[in-house]
């Protein structure tokens, strides 16, 4: 979680069931969507609250595709990012370049897997925050979370070394789709170490939000998040790689009924 999206994907969402259906739903009914696990294309999340609010008929996931990206981008994606009129221009970041430095100072290899647009992901990364080519694998580039494929693909690049095989994975995000990769890769590959790491969104910071943030917290851990953070900038190396050391090697139990 590197980026503030309560003002541009999740506004592009509520916005995109106005367009179609006439009505906002609440930052809690997004959020109550995204514990399900199941929605992490927004797209598709769109489409599912105007069924859950009943339109009839739905419109086709083209439409909704094109009124999303007209409200995010503002403009053509593929185009020159200084003519981007959308919602996206309202993105705060939530760490600094000096985060991965630190990290990659630590002998810390890092890498983004996000269900992001390509043009979103490389405008945040690369002219945002300054990095060169930054390990990425993005939309379309791998089956959705919480499909493992691109998470072990990515973490195997950048964790196995010629003198100690794989080293232990970390995932930090801020939905229960992001916990659910981890735990879905865990049961692919039961022989590696893999650390799930969660923190709620920032909408959910403030102190008047505190009761549902302790609500988003407790589903986090209930999907099965080994570690909860206060903020993204908040992680520390030397406590990572502490983490890292003791994460499990297999898939958690589920929760008892």
């Avoid at 409200?71 to 985060?99: C, K, M, N, T």
């Avoid at 945002?128 to 939309?139: C, E, S, T, W």
Wanted: aromatic fraction near 8%.
């Amino acid at each position: 979680m590197i980026r503030d999206v309560s003002g541009s994907y999740r506004r592009a969402i509520a916005e995109t069931v106005h367009h179609f259906g006439g009505w906002r739903p609440e930052p809690q009914q997004i959020d109550d969507l995204k514990a399900e696990g199941h929605w992490n294309n927004d797209w598709q999340a769109s489409l599912e609250l105007l069924r859950r609010g009943g339109l009839q008929p739905l419109p086709a996931m083209a439409a909704v595709v094109e009124v999303f990206g007209q409200l995010y981008f503002g403009g053509d994606p593929d185009a020159d990012p200084d003519s981007w009129r959308g919602f996206i221009r309202s993105e705060p970041l939530l760490v600094q370049p000096s985060f991965f430095e630190v990290l990659a100072q630590a002998g810390i290899a890092w890498g983004f897997v996000s269900g992001a647009e390509p043009p979103s992901c490389r405008y945040v990364l690369q002219q945002r925050l300054g990095l060169v080519d930054p390990p990425l694998i993005a939309m379309g580039e791998a089956p959705e979370k919480p499909d493992p494929s691109g998470f072990l693909r990515l973490g195997l690049t950048l964790a196995t070394t010629p003198t100690d095989g794989v080293l232990p994975l970390a995932y930090l995000g801020d939905t229960v789709a992001d916990v659910h990769t981890v735990v879905a890769a865990r049961r692919q590959r039961p022989d590696l170490q893999l650390l799930s790491l969660a923190v709620a969104p920032p909408h959910l910071h403030p102190a008047q939000q505190s009761r549902a943030r302790a609500g988003y917290e407790q589903g986090l851990r209930a999907a099965g998040a080994d570690q909860i953070l206060p903020s993204t900038a908040s992680l520390e190396p030397d406590q990572l790689l502490t983490w890292l050391q003791a994460a499990p090697f297999s898939a958690p139990s589920p929760p008892a009924a």
